[in-house]
């Protein structure tokens, strides 16, 4: 399901990034008391009221000329353009300043909902501080303490009442929706186009000519499919044109859209930290993943070559390692065919569900075959397992104590499943729950 994007806005040092940890409920953006410290938008995911939605934390507008704030005020531009909500952070110690007016302005001409927080509100007699605030004109000021976590919820109340409501899309269980994610100038797009045997999508050498997501219609074999392309992903802090700096939200929407994730390398350049980093946003988001290394064509070979390059994807991607790998080349349109049937064989996967008595004897026979260890001389009980989702595929394993089913146990009971069921290009998410 798509999920809202939230983004906090405001001049520097109004406390944004402390109050983007707050929600995300972990300490992802750089904190310090120099202004401008977030020079670049760090994403998050945050949650309030059952709502999961898309965070973005903005470098400070600033209408100055000191170094890098031009691209500030850029970058925080264009997550206002791509929020459904806004959160204008302003500080009850400064009061309003010539530069929050200057904010306000800006945010005005989005036209988007906007939620004021007065932020830095440490204790209850400063609440009389902030009637100031209602002089910029976006209603009632929502009192916070981000150092403290005081008045969140209230605040977040605000938000989500102004989430779309045409988020949940009208699902169609028989079309496979799949999405094809990795660097700028992989081949994603080409991909796309040789599959749909027409230029549905603009190709260019020129790394990330794809500016936005976009969908296309496919079938295959009597299969409907959707396709989802994306804008490549860049690394933080790398030179490039500033349409590029929200590409990654952009894929993570796409992410958020699709049934399986297509996860796209470059077979001529070989394997980069970077498409590491973007095969973990899909499988973090429990998609079936498809491994796709493009431009097989232009890579010297011989009979050794295809073997070596999975097992450094394996190497490289241990935590991939249900995920199928498929060598294609969009130029050539070699191997191409084969992709369908892959994705279809993830997808099924994705949505697969088990009997419990035939789940609960493959079980058994694990432990019989690897006693559960101890700690501290208790050992762990496994007394039932039940399959509780799909999309992916959810298991939770009742057990005399959580804190003894270590990691390493965990991933052993995993491996024994999809020994018995396959589950080949979809995660598994094991949960361990103390019987009451």
């Not at 007699?125 to 910029?136: C, G, K, Q």
């Not at 779309?164 to 990795?182: A, R």
């Amino acid at each position: 399901m798509a999920k809202a994007t939230v983004a906090i806005v405001g001049r520097p040092n109004v406390g944004k990034s402390t109050i983007f940890n707050r929600i995300v409920g972990e300490r992802i953006s750089i904190v310090e008391d120099s202004p401008g410290v977030t020079r670049d938008r760090i994403y998050g995911t945050g949650e309030w009221l059952t709502h999961e939605f898309h965070l973005i934390d903005t470098g400070g507008i600033d209408m100055g000329d000191a170094p890098f704030l031009v691209e500030i005020r850029e970058q925080a531009e264009l997550a206002i353009e791509e929020a459904d909500v806004i959160i204008f952070i302003v500080s009850a110690r400064e009061g309003i300043t010539s530069t929050d007016e200057e904010v306000g302005k800006i945010l005005f001409r989005s036209k988007k909902p906007v939620v004021l927080a007065v932020n830095k509100v440490d204790n209850p007699e400063m609440r009389t501080d902030i009637f100031e605030f209602y002089s910029l004109g976006f209603g009632e000021p929502y009192p916070i303490s981000g150092s403290h976590g005081l008045g969140l919820g209230d605040m977040l109340d605000e938000v989500v009442r102004h989430f779309p409501n045409d988020l949940e899309e009208n699902d169609d269980e028989d079309i496979i929706k799949f999405s094809l994610i990795g660097r700028p100038n992989v081949g994603k797009s080409s991909i796309v186009n040789a599959l749909l045997g027409e230029d549905r999508v603009i190709v260019s050498d020129i790394a990330g000519t794809t500016r936005d997501a976009t969908d296309s219609a496919y079938e295959y074999e009597g299969q409907k499919y959707t396709i989802i392309d994306t804008a490549g992903m860049r690394k933080k802090g790398k030179v490039y044109e500033k349409t590029e700096k929200y590409s990654v939200l952009r894929a993570l929407k796409a992410i958020d859209r699709s049934d399986i994730v297509l996860v796209v390398l470059n077979g001529e350049e070989g394997i980069l930290e970077q498409d590491k980093k973007i095969a973990g946003y899909a499988h973090e988001a429990g998609r079936g993943i498809i491994i796709v290394v493009n431009k097989w064509d232009v890579v010297e070979k011989d009979d050794k070559t295809m073997r070596n390059f999975e097992e450094q994807i394996r190497a490289h991607f241990q935590f991939l390692d249900y995920a199928p790998i498929v060598f294609v080349s969009a130029k050539t349109r070699k191997r191409l065919t084969t992709l369908p049937p892959v994705i279809k064989m993830a997808s099924e996967n994705h949505s697969l569900r088990v009997q419990s008595s035939v789940l609960n004897e493959i079980i058994m026979d694990a432990i019989a075959r690897n006693p559960a260890p101890t700690d501290k001389g208790r050992r762990l009980k496994i007394l039932y397992a039940t399959q509780v989702g799909v999309k992916p595929p959810t298991f939770i394993v009742f057990v005399n104590d959580p804190e003894l089913m270590h990691f390493s146990y965990e991933r052993f009971l995993e491996n024994r499943i999809r020994e018995a069921f396959g589950f080949e290009g979809t995660p598994i998410k094991m949960i361990a729950r103390a019987r009451t």
